[in-house]
Nanobody, 112 residues
Framework: QVQLVESGGGLVQVGGSLRLSCAASGRPISTIGMAWYRRAPGKERELVARNSWSGSNTYADSVKGRFTISRDNAKNTVYLQMNSLKPEDTAIYYC??????WGQGTQVTVSS
């Protein structure tokens, strides 16, 4: 059974940084695409960043140059480093595996 557990969210001021972690269990992530999504209040869920198993990354235009997705296959964990945070980054951030499995989400709030 696949489980994804996000952590690292919290309250941060504008311009600050956070690093989200997604610990996966039940299936090795080394050959699986992983991604981060977010849902802001009153908005649809959107893709933030995707990391393919071969190592290529895709980012939403709104986070390019500020966010970095990475993985540690040995730890079965995916990360999202978020820098230069803006109020519009406030959302619940979700980890996704293979387009199928979802974590419970972690809240990120950026205060101005």
């Amino acid at each position: 059974q696949v489980q994804l557990v996000e952590s690292g969210g919290g309250l941060v001021q504008v311009g600050g940084s956070l690093r989200l972690s997604c610990a996966a269990s039940g299936r090795p992530i080394s050959t699986i695409g992983m991604a981060w999504y977010r849902r802001a209040p009153g908005k649809e869920r959107e893709l933030v960043a995707r990391n393919s198993w071969s190592g290529s990354n895709t980012y939403a235009d709104s986070v390019k140059g500020r966010f970095t997705i990475s993985r540690d296959n040995a730890k079965n964990t995916v990360y999202l480093q978020m820098n230069s945070l803006k109020p519009e980054d406030t959302a619940i951030y979700y980890c996704n595996q293979a387009g199928i499995y979802w974590g419970q989400g972690t809240q990120v709030t950026v205060s101005s």
